[in-house]
């Protein structure tokens, strides 16, 4: 016969029930302290902003640098570029195997400010007819070759020729075997002229027509000589 009371069995059920709800409120306890202490440092706190990746950061300078170039666009200025085949091209020969070859590559008109490379009035605004060439410096001369720019605008019937501004073009002087692209001849004109008859001068002597169209396009006539 057992003595009447509680069982073992029940009392270890008991016994562990309580060990457990301990544990459970002491790590409620440490939880709720933690999250505490963590909005306590967070608060009056700037949240870093997240860090943008690289691809990212490309597109906005690239999409910036797009806008700052139309902004800063001369809205008094018409240009017109060419593609090959160019409407204006001769060669200015030494030898037959060296020779600069020239490329009519665009033309404006309006107003400019006038370029370090003159040497002189350097940043003063202008109406100028500028014509941009294409150079290409075929051969070897062991050395860089310096050469004038020989192109003319004809004033009148007479014959009364005038020089552009710059005596070279921008590169002054060319290396062998070598391209070079936007090299200006530029020359002061009155702000409501709107066709220049120009010649090349030199051996090749082309005479050619630039007419800035009402709409703002430009045309370049060839001049074809009679006979």
Known sequence: MFKEGIPPSLIIIVVF????SAIAATYWQYTKTY?????EELIGKTPEPEEEAPENR???IKESQTGTESISENKNLVRSDFSYPY?????SSYTKTRYFKYSLTGVSLGKRKIPSFVGKNTGKEINALTLYFKIDNVGRYGAKICID????MVLNEQGDLAAPINKRFNEGCF???QTYYDQEVIFEVPPDKKEFVITTGGDSNIFFTVKVLDNGDIRVIKEVPVG
């Open 17 to 20: 029930a309580v060990l457990i």
């Open 58 to 60: 490309k597109s906005i």
């Open 87 to 91: 409407p204006i091209e001769w060669t």
């Open 175 to 177: 290396g062998d075997n």
């Open 149 to 152: 720019v020989s192109l003319r």
């Open 35 to 39: 999250e505490n202490n963590n909005e």
